[in-house]
């Protein structure tokens, strides 16, 4: 994926920009990023916070774990939830 791609994904998800360099995904939204190199893929799921520096990708989830990759190496993003909805836990209480 180029850099403009994932800035127009960004862009339509409504994502905000922090201090930090981090652009947020809003209240109910996360993404569920797709990745491969050299014939291995993983899937980085419930992605909060991406944040481009070069070519990489920091990522933050919502336990405030971070990671990385490399931009060119995601193949694809889903955006999940809907602005302003709750984050739905796991379990069966709500």
Do not use: C, Y
Request: avoid cysteine; hydrophobic fraction near 40%; glycine fraction near 12%.
């Amino acid at each position: 994926m180029t850099p403009e791609h994932l800035d127009m994904i960004l862009k339509q998800a409504q994502v905000k920009e922090e201090k930090d360099g981090f652009r947020v995904m809003p209240e109910g939204t996360t993404l569920t990023l797709h990745v491969a190199h050299g014939g291995a893929g993983m899937s980085m799921p419930r992605v909060e916070a991406v944040k481009r520096d070069g070519d990489l990708l920091w990522v933050k989830n919502g336990k405030k774990e971070m990671g990385a990759v490399v931009t060119a190496d995601v193949f694809a993003v889903l955006v999940e939830g809907t602005a302003g909805s709750p984050t739905r836990r796991p379990g069966f209480g709500s």
